[in-house]
């Protein structure tokens, strides 16, 4: 809007002014408006012009401030207005149009009753359809609708609300205002009359209320673009049930779950329509079978919006492939124990997620294979190297670290198998890899605490004398015993809730849920620092005070290799399993291709400084 003109000699420039500007000694004239005014300006100087707004009805303002003041005719509530290079600009809109605000006055002032109901919201319903285009592009007009329709539900609970009502109620779309208006659906769903009607509302809606007369619901919704299946087997007979299929709030729901510390979380979708199942009678169990909106998505979850928490929530639901005579389609089956607002959230499949799949099998394969190569080469120079009770027990704990890991690595191939072909992944088929996986993992880290313990009582307990036979029982108790009451506990303690087995597919303990695999954290973490303290005083043992002048050469030459393996050992299981645990509580691609390496490279640090880096080996 400003224009500054540079007068020198005969020449006249015109430029646009930007704010702040320089120039040598001349005479500047700025024009704005009804006013102008000039500015000598001295050489080398920088001015800075301030802006300054100015309205009749608005009044005066300098640049940057703001005012609030009336809306237009048709419309109450204020505009937010900031002085923004000369010109008063509309910041903020709070204005409802007149016909919407009288209604919102009217359900706040009087009592409706039933008869009132059906003409209110008639009315609503023809403010809405006369003003659609204004309606959908101002927040503050679809706030208002969905406070009404709040209002509405809760005005009384003992109001029956029959088709007619229904019939005439048009629902809009908002964002924030999203999740009041499924609590308002779901309070005036729950006191619909007691009679079969079906609704249609425009396009993406669906009602259909039933009372039951069998023991058996099963229902699937006819809208143009939704196919969800829902079925109640056992449910009382004579007992009304309103299903709500929505095929669009999918797009403005919030996306947040139990485990997103209340912020919707970028990494995942609602792949799905929106389902809303209220029954007047106590409903225990129900399924759907919800239609995959976007094939590029994957590792469904089931959930119900939870009001009290402001989230989703996966709580008595669980997820699995959806069968029809024998063969799997692309829908997703949800089991749930209650009735209420349901949908699926799934997560996007990456080039990044694919490529992670790759190196985990590959660097699990390469564990393996070196596992094997150890165990090859131990079983070739058993005879020669466990002359001595302490090499004995040393090249023993070696062997059961490296079939513990053998079996768990095994295990976690197959378990990845079941996760990969199965979305979601099914708890029948993935426990027991998950229970194998559990106790063996257990098992190589029992059998590193053996070794160190093996090396405490070689080094500090040198006068204790006993036999080979009560070692061998007293590892192989430690050793297995302890992770198999470890793993049972956690089985059974978790049974009962369906909560043993990761519902974020994976084939590896629950966290989210039931913190099951705290019965893998605790146990690690535990023996990481006992074989910590044990290194510290086995080598202040040796460095500083010798191992003893009655110490065979051979023992000697042992428990240097085994100081040495668990010092190196033990710190690297520590970090991989530290990631490990990562992988469980984050999505960051980076910590789970750390992972995937580390683990890789267990197998490979078992054989080098468990066997060949052994020089009698």
């Not at 015993?481 to 087995?501: C, D, F, K, R």
């Not at 605790?522 to 990481?528: F, G, K, R």
């Not at 530290?578 to 078992?606: D, K, R, W, Y």
Request: aromatic share 10%; hydrophobic share 45%.
């Amino acid at each position: 809007d400003f224009r500054l003109y540079i007068v020198t000699g005969n020449i006249f420039l015109q430029k646009l002014l930007t704010g702040v500007f320089s120039c040598s000694e001349l005479l500047c004239s700025v024009h704005h408006r009804r006013n102008s005014f000039s500015i000598f300006l001295k050489l080398n100087q920088i001015f800075t012009l301030v802006f300054s707004c100015k309205d009749g009805t608005l009044g005066d303002g300098k640049e940057g401030d703001t005012l609030t003041g009336p809306c237009e005719k048709g419309k109450e509530g204020t505009i937010k207005y900031r002085c923004i290079s000369g010109k008063w600009e509309t910041d903020e809109s709070h204005c409802v149009l007149q016909v919407i605000k009288d209604l919102e006055k009217d359900v706040a002032v009087i009592v409706l009753v039933v008869q009132d109901i059906p003409v209110f919201v008639a009315q609503l319903s023809t403010a809405t359809e006369n003003n659609t285009q204004e309606i959908t592009h101002s927040s503050a007009n679809v706030q208002t609708i969905v406070e009404i329709l709040v209002k509405v539900a809760d005005l009384s609970q003992n109001i029956i609300i029959n088709k007619p009502v229904m019939e005439v109620c048009t629902l809009h779309r908002t964002d924030y205002t999203s999740t009041a208006l499924l609590s308002a659906i779901e309070n005036i769903s729950s006191r619909l009359t007691n009679a079969n009607f079906r609704i249609f509302i425009e396009t993406s809606v669906e009602l259909n209320r039933t009372v039951t007369n069998s023991a058996f619901y099963s229902g699937i919704a006819s809208l143009p673009n939704a196919t969800s299946e829902i079925q109640i087997p056992e449910i009382p007979v004579n007992t009304p049930i309103t299903v709500i299929v929505f095929t669009t709030l999918d797009s403005i729901l919030p996306t947040r779950d139990t485990g997103s510390c209340g912020s919707s979380k970028s990494d995942v979708r609602i792949n799905g329509d929106v389902v809303v199942v209220k029954g007047d009678k106590t409903i225990n169990y129900i399924t759907f079978a919800f239609d995959i909106t976007k094939q590029s998505l994957g590792n469904p979850q089931c959930v119900f919006w939870n009001f009290d928490l402001d989230a989703w929530d996966s709580t008595g639901c669980e997820a699995k492939p959806y069968i029809s005579e024998g063969i799997e389609t692309g829908k997703i089956t949800c089991e749930c124990s209650h009735t209420t607002s349901f949908s699926i959230l799934m997560s996007p499949i990456s080039i990044y997620h694919i490529a992670l799949a790759y190196i985990t099998y590959i660097g699990v394969a390469i564990s393996v294979a070196n596992l094997i190569l150890c165990l090859i080469i131990e079983t070739i120079v058993w005879k020669s190297i466990t002359r001595n009770d302490t090499s004995y027990m040393r090249h023993v704990s070696i062997v059961n670290i490296a079939v513990s890991l053998l079996i768990a690595n095994i295990c976690f191939i197959i378990g990845a198998a079941i996760a990969e072909q199965e979305q979601p992944t099914s708890v029948d088929h993935c426990s027991p890899a998950v229970f194998f996986m559990h106790f063996f993992y257990l098992a190589l880290f029992f059998w590193m605490l053996m070794s160190a313990l093996l090396l405490f009582y070689r080094t500090v307990m040198v006068l204790s004398q006993m036999s080979r036979a009560k070692m061998m029982a007293i590892a192989f108790i430690v050793g297995y015993g302890a992770p198999l009451l470890i793993a049972v506990i956690t089985v059974a303690s978790t049974a009962g809730q369906e909560n043993y087995i990761s519902k974020r597919n994976a084939c590896w303990l629950n966290w989210y849920e039931s913190k099951a695999l705290l019965a893998f954290v605790i146990p690690a973490l535990t023996i990481v620092a006992i074989n910590l303290v044990v290194l510290i005083v086995v080598l202040y043992k040796i460095l500083w005070r010798g191992v003893g002048a009655a110490t065979q050469p051979d023992e000697k030459h042992a428990l240097v290799v085994i100081a040495r393996c668990v010092a190196i050992l033990t710190p690297i299981f520590c970090l991989t399993w530290g990631f490990g645990i990562g992988t469980m509580v984050s999505q960051e691609l980076g910590i789970h291709v750390v992972f995937a390496l580390l683990n890789s490279l267990q197998g490979f640090f078992i054989l080098v400084f468990g066997t060949l880096l052994d020089s009698k080996v």
